[in-house]
Structure formats: structure tokens, C-alpha cells
């Protein structure tokens, strides 16, 4: 019996999660060409993904973003195009020293 229920909660559990996405939201905001200000996101949760960043207008419900911190959310659904995203959890909020430092330098080449 244990064991039956033991699977019944690890099925509810791993169908839960597949309907739930992992997505990125970059430490730095973007200005679109409406001079909206927008947040930088990609889909997944690597720090080595290179997916590339999209801007995302809109807003976020269950989540408060402060600038200088990258962080990772599990969000309901990920569609950048959506005026509204839901975030189930905050992952983590990345602003380590040694980030904090790859990040500058990857932005210094890219002014060069």
C-alpha cells in the first residue's frame, strides 16, 4: 500500500513539474524600441545555456525583480510575448563575486 501511494504522489509530482517551465531573468533591463523598459529572459536554467536573451515587456505576478541580481524562476507558462507571466518560485538570485566579474568582462568585450 505504501508503495502504491509512494508512486501515486511521485507521478502527481513529476506531471506537476513538466507543466511548469524553468526560465532566466537577466540582471540588466533592456530599453525596447518604444523606449518601453523591458526585462531580459531565456528560457531554461543553465548558466551555460546559450540561448539567446529576448526582452519581455510585460509583467510578472508573484515576483519582485531588483536590478544587479540574475535570477531563475519557475514560471507557469514561458511566452515572452504574454502581457502577464505567473512565477510559481524563485529559484535562486545569482550576484556572486566570481559572476558579478565574468559578467563585466563579457561586457567589456562587447563594447570593444
Known sequence: ?????????????????????????SADPVIAGDNQ??????????????????????KFVNFYYEQGYEY???VDNYDPKA???????????DNSASYRKQRELRQKKETL
Open 37 to 58: 523598459r523591458c526585462f531580459q529572459v531565456k528560457l531554461g536554467y543553465s548558466r551555460k545555456d546559450t540561448t539567446k536573451w529576448e526582452p519581455y515587456c510585460g
Open 1 to 25: 500500500m505504501k508503495g502504491f501511494i509512494f508512486t501515486l504522489f511521485s507521478l502527481f509530482f513529476v506531471l506537476s513539474v513538466d507543466a511548469q517551465q524553468f526560465m532566466k531573468v
Open 83 to 93: 502581457e502577464v507571466m505567473k512565477v510559481i518560485k524563485v529559484i535562486g538570485r
Open 72 to 74: 531563475t524562476l519557475q
